[in-house]
């Protein structure tokens, strides 16, 4: 049984790995011409996706590579000095396993885990996808394959053909994010700076083994047409929503001319009911985006890829039965982590002083309290901040 996957990022790799393992024969396709290894972010693997790394004996790698942020220095707008946070303990109040990577560095340790046993395709992508599974390509021959797989991300090109443009996606608070890459002197290692106003937010981190600094801006606009990808126009709209907030922002904005790697985006939500249609269906980011930074969907990302896999294997590869088994298992999670992340983007960019206040007092309290008191504090919370340790992961044969 032959299956085709779009996309080699995150989920794409662990879908591939597992479907391989099961005794599948697959092929990745990926538009990037090799493993991406510019631009990129830190992202978050939270208990299940560490038990499903563990299970494919790459978690120590990951592990390795994790960035080691662990103090976030916060100054609020207006305010005399900065304060301190300690992130490791805001982390483990919302999981008991956790770490933090480089989202190209997961994709690279994904990728190895199955690369001999797995087709990579990269440069290349799929334009249609006929009925009887025949798949053509922008460059290489049409093929025929049993099963096709989206994992190509927030604006999945698989999910376009399937479902139609952007189908059923909503802005969450009218947020928006941009990243750039800033020379690694900008950064320090362990540590993300931030500044944080009304409506707006800007932080610097690195890491140890990257050669560059990430500079992150999350700001509130409900306009959007920024979302088109006029770089030019993106940048112009940053550099005026951030106008005057510290010298150091600045210094971060000023990047903005010579940044090798930009991105820029509305925080949108996917929210299909659905995300299967024949002999095609998707996963991570494509089919079930709760919001890119505020909802764990790296995390949802491994867990469904585990899942799709485990269910197809179940099912003998019959995906008339697999698929579903899919969606139901993954229904619950995907709505949690969609009210989860509507949340987090309205507390993390406050509209107003007083929701500046709240956040940072919030983060000091889990920052200050003894362990075990703060994860008392998040469990008695099961649906928000713990959402990710109450799963518990199927077991697969
Ligand atoms: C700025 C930013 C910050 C983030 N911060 C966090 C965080 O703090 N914590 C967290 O958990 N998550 C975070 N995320 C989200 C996280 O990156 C994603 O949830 C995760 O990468 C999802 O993995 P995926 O494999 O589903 O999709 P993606 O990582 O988006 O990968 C999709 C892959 O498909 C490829 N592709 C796209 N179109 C096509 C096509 N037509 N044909 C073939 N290939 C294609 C892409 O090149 C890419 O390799 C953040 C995202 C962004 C953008």
């Known amino acids: 049984m032959r299956i085709l996957v779009s996309g080699a990022s995150i989920a794409g790799p662990v879908l591939a790995y597992w479907l391989s393992r099961y005794g599948y024969a697959v092929t990745v396709v990926e538009r990037a011409p090799a493993l991406r290894k510019t631009g990129g972010h830190a992202v978050d693997l939270f208990r299940p996706a560490m038990e499903i790394s563990e299970r494919m004996g790459v978690l120590p790698r990951i592990e390795e590579l994790a960035t080691g942020t662990n103090r976030l220095v916060v100054t609020r707008e207006g305010a005399p000095g900065p304060v301190a946070i300690d992130l490791a303990k805001v982390f483990s109040a919302a999981s008991d396993r956790h770490v933090e990577v480089m989202r190209d560095d997961l994709s690279e340790v994904y990728h ?29 021959a049409p093929r025929r394959f049993d099963l096709v797989v989206g994992a190509d991300g ?20 009218g947020a928006h994010l941009a990243v750039l890459s800033v020379p690694a002197e900008l950064g320090r290692d362990g540590e993300m700076r931030m500044h944080l106003g009304a409506g707006r937010e ?59 790697a930009f991105y820029f985006d509305a925080i949108i939500q996917l929210q ?58 993954m229904a619950e999670v995907v709505r949690r982590s969609r009210a989860f992340a509507r949340g987090v ?24 309290l003894p362990t075990p008191i703060s994860r008392a504090i998040a469990k008695a919370n099961d649906k928000g901040l713990r959402l990710h340790d109450s799963i518990r992961l199927k077991a697969y044969p």
């Open 345 to 368: 983007a309205k507390t993390l960019i406050p509209s107003s002083a007083l929701g500046v206040r709240a956040l940072l007092g919030g983060a000091r309290l889990l920052s200050a």
């Open 202 to 260: 800007a932080a610097v981190y690195g890491a140890r083994h990257l050669t560059d600094a990430r500079a992150v801006f999350l700001f509130r606009s409900d306009r959007e047409s920024h979302t088109h990808r006029d770089v030019p126009r993106q940048k112009d709209l940053l550099r005026r929503t951030f106008a005057g907030m510290h010298p150091e922002v600045d210094v971060w904005l000023g990047e903005l001319e010579r940044t090798a």
């Open 154 to 173: 927030l604006h999945s090109g698989v999910r376009r053909l399937v479902f139609g443009d952007e189908a059923r996606h909503t802005h969450l608070a």
């Open 272 to 329: 299909l009911d659905s995300w299967s249609r024949g002999r095609v269906t998707l996963v991570g980011d494509a089919g079930y985006c709760p919001g890119p930074a505020v909802g764990g969907s790296t995390s949802l990302a491994v867990l469904g890829a585990y899942v799709l896999a485990g269910e197809l294997a179940v099912a003998g590869g019959d995906h008339e039965r697999a698929y579903p088994a899919y969606e139901r298992e």
């Open 112 to 140: 190895d885990a199955a690369r001999d046993a797995v087709e990579y395709v990269f440069g290349d992508r799929i334009t249609a996808i006929a009925a009887d599974g025949t798949v053509t390509f922008e460059k290489a």
